[in-house]
């Protein structure tokens, strides 16, 4: 009895224990990232579409820069009196050719009557009311355009539901490797080990009777 308590089932440290530890723990460090990668996108995401639905941007166009001004400040009075603005920045349409010198080059823009923009953020009242604003500066003039980057929150939504999608894709099948792998390990450990696994009836304080009722021997 003494000599049965003492061994272990298996052997302690088998000729496959470091590797398939290893292999176990580098599975596990990958199984982690995936989860990772899932909860930052997640939260990333909707930092930035918070972000992109607090903001708006007004294009303020015209046929020359007297015909922009006159049109950027009837926008402003219509923020002026509009409840729900939390803040706006002017960008003038000398600021936004600026913008595009990277593309078109030091100097070019100048020439061009680059829509003035402004930067808009709103309240929880004011985005309630986005359409309602919308139509008012449509009756001010046509050369004023609401953007509510509904195009941009909808596409970066999608990117992100797809890198979650993905890094839950991996990380089940990670899990799953992980687990067909213990598995096999754990049956071939046993079968290696079979001489060792002995069954009820061959142990030799167990007598089993043909009659099928078992008694220790004394």
Do not use: C
Not at 59 to 84: C, M, R
Not at 140 to 167: E, F, K, M, T
Not at 184 to 205: D, I, M, Q, T, Y
Request: glycine residues 8%; aromatic residues 6%; neutral net charge.
């Amino acid at each position: 009895m003494r000599r049965f308590s003492r061994a272990p089932l298996l052997p302690e440290a088998g000729a496959g224990g470091a590797p398939l530890t290893a292999v176990i723990a580098v599975i596990s460090s990958l199984a982690a990232l995936a989860l990772a990668a899932f909860i930052i996108i997640a939260a990333a995401s909707t930092a930035w579409t918070a972000e992109l639905k607090s903001s708006l941007t007004i294009q303020v166009k015209g046929v020359d820069a007297a015909e922009i001004e006159t049109h950027l400040a009837a926008a402003i009075k219509i923020l002026d009196d509009t409840p729900g603005v939390v803040e706006y920045r002017i960008i003038d349409s000398k600021a936004a050719g600026k913008l595009l010198e990277p593309w078109l080059g030091k100097g070019n823009a100048s020439s061009l009557n680059v829509p003035a923009l402004i930067e808009l953020k709103l309240g929880p009242a004011g985005r309630n009311n986005i359409p309602a604003l919308a139509d008012r500066f449509e009756k001010a003039s046509p050369a004023i355009v609401l953007d509510d980057h509904g195009g941009w929150n909808d596409r970066l939504a999608n990117a992100a539901r797809s890198g979650q999608a993905l890094a839950f894709a991996v990380f089940a099948l990670i899990m799953g490797a992980a687990g067909a792998i213990s598995i096999f390990a754990a049956r071939a450990g046993l079968s290696a080990n079979a001489e060792g696994v002995s069954p009820v009836s061959s142990l030799p304080w167990v007598q089993i009777q043909e009659s099928g009722v078992g008694s220790p021997i004394r």
